[in-house]
């Protein structure tokens, strides 16, 4: 039970502490629209979603293969 408190309440001051320094940050908040960036930010988390999307299925296939290997086995 400990650690879970310890847990939570480092998650809490980590994401204060990411959280805060944008919320104080001053200047232009539409930047990356502006400069054009921002299709290329999107275009990168989107191939690294695809990425993570692939890699599930293909281990998904592995798995279903090897647990009928083990079912014909047994």
Do not use: C
């Not at 001053?26 to 999307?53: H, Q, S």
């Amino acid at each position: 039970m400990k650690f879970f408190m310890v847990r939570i309440f480092s998650m809490i001051v980590l994401l204060l502490a990411i959280s805060l320094p944008a919320a104080f940050a001053e200047g232009n908040r539409d930047f990356m629209r502006e400069t054009g960036k921002i299709n290329v930010v999107v275009a990168v988390i989107l191939v690294i979603f695809l990425g993570i999307v692939w890699y599930l299925v293909r281990l998904e296939r592995q798995l279903t293969k090897l647990e009928h290997l083990t079912k014909d086995d047994a």
